[in-house]
């Protein structure tokens, strides 16, 4: 027989099997209900303090993944926004990890509220039933005209974990993966706070930032020992103890994200923060995607961002990177003066070395071009090169020191 016949032969014996009976494990609270062999799902409305939305853009600027919020026709907006969280059988994904416990969050309409859906695996056969209860969460909902609009899926570290697990586990079981807009507060996270705290576990900030309680917590890195010891003894103690940790970890992704809520409605306010990189990080945002929002967003608004930017700056100016770019913004903005006895300190202060070179290296093209100084311009780069800096950072300076040399005839 060819191929395609000894295929044939074993559709045909598959057919004639009967499916392994599933195991049914009774013995979970009346909050859960049976959505399939082997699935079931709970429910449950908590109390939530949620000022009201901030405004979109300065939002995105400190979580850039919320950029395409923008682009929603008439007034920008988050929602569809809806809180993201897996349990899994391994801590670093591949083919051989499967998902057992899916939590979704989202904002009720006075926003008072956040309601907690949960989805539960009992037994590897009900795999590809699992997935099918759980992708219509990431499913597109319809805005006021009409227009599906991609929903915003929010994870603690989701890019590098969740979502790839997500997708393996549909390719895995031929179902198509969801399409969404994915936002990982981790990567604001980490600029608001890496300094401040010794981690920026999501449990980290939580205890630290917002004062949550997780003490009688189980740690989710026991969670795939417990799915197998449930799988092996049907006890579900533990297995509620990752239920309830799962439900703390959408609560908690709640809450940070009201917490980056209000620091975008007024960073200069908020007190425990970085404020050096939340000032460039604010920068940043505003010059790479420029273009996005002038096209996006009103004049007088950009204005105000940009104003929140300078202001930003001069809190942070005796941070040293903090103060370059000021400095840098003094001269595009015509302060030269100003912007010339700010460089000057930092080059003659205690500042970093690759921020010190930044400065001299400015202020000898200031020296050149500006003001006309060779001689002047030839300091800066002599206090450069007498500096341990990189071989680029040092060529550079000997290649400009040598043609100004070259112009005073030596």
């Not at 031929?174 to 981790?186: C, G, K, Q, S, T």
């Not at 449930?230 to 239920?243: A, S, V, W």
Request: aromatic share 10%.
């Amino acid at each position: 027989m060819n191929l395609r016949e000894r295929l044939q032969v074993v559709k045909t014996i598959a057919k004639k099997q009967e499916p392994a009976p599933r195991q049914v494990f009774p013995q979970f609270p009346r909050d859960w209900t049976v959505v399939a062999d082997g699935v079931l799902k709970r429910a449950e409305y908590v109390k939530f303090d949620r000022q009201n939305a901030a405004d979109v853009a300065s939002l995105a600027i400190l979580a850039p993944d919320f950029l395409p919020c923008l682009t929603i026709k008439g007034a920008p907006r988050f929602e569809p926004l809806v809180f993201f969280d897996f349990e899994t059988t391994g801590l670093s994904g591949g083919a051989g990890t499967i998902a057992f416990l899916a939590a979704f969050g989202r904002f009720e309409n006075t926003m008072n509220t956040l309601k907690i859906t949960q989805y539960l695996l009992l037994d590897y056969p009900a795999e590809r039933d699992f997935l099918e209860a759980v992708l219509p969460e990431f499913g597109a909902r319809t805005s006021s005209q009409s227009t599906p609009v991609k929903a915003n899926i929010v994870t603690y570290n989701g890019k590098c974990f969740d979502f790839q697990i997500l997708r393996t586990c549909c390719f895995m079981n031929r179902l198509e993966p969801p399409i969404f807009n994915a936002v990982d507060l981790l990567h604001p996270c980490r600029r608001l706070w890496k300094r401040l705290l010794p981690s920026c576990s999501q449990a980290s900030i939580e205890s630290a930032v917002l004062g949550l309680d997780r003490i009688d917590d189980i740690s989710g890195s026991l969670a795939p020992e417990i799915w197998f010891s449930f799988l092996k003894t049907g006890e579900t103690d533990d297995l509620l103890r990752i239920c309830a940790h799962n439900r703390r970890d959408i609560f908690g992704l709640a809450s940070i994200f009201t917490a980056l809520e209000d620091i975008s409605r007024d960073p200069l306010g908020a007190l425990f923060i970085d404020r050096e990189s939340t000032a460039l990080r604010w920068r940043e945002t505003l010059r790479r995607y420029a273009a996005f929002f002038e096209e996006n967003c009103e004049k007088t608004e950009i204005n105000r961002y940009w104003e929140t930017s300078r202001r930003l700056l001069e809190a942070a100016r005796d941070c040293p990177r903090a103060a370059l770019a000021l400095a840098v913004d003094l001269f595009k903005e015509g302060r030269e003066a100003e912007g010339r006895r700010l460089l000057v300190s930092l080059s003659n202060g205690d500042a970093p070395v690759s921020v010190k070179a930044q400065a001299l290296r400015r202020l000898a093209f200031d020296a050149e071009k500006r003001l006309r100084d060779i001689d002047a311009a030839l300091t800066y780069l002599d206090a450069g090169l007498a500096m341990e800096t990189s071989a680029s950072v040092r060529g550079y300076f000997e290649r400009r020191r040598n043609r100004l040399l070259g112009k005073r005839g030596f």
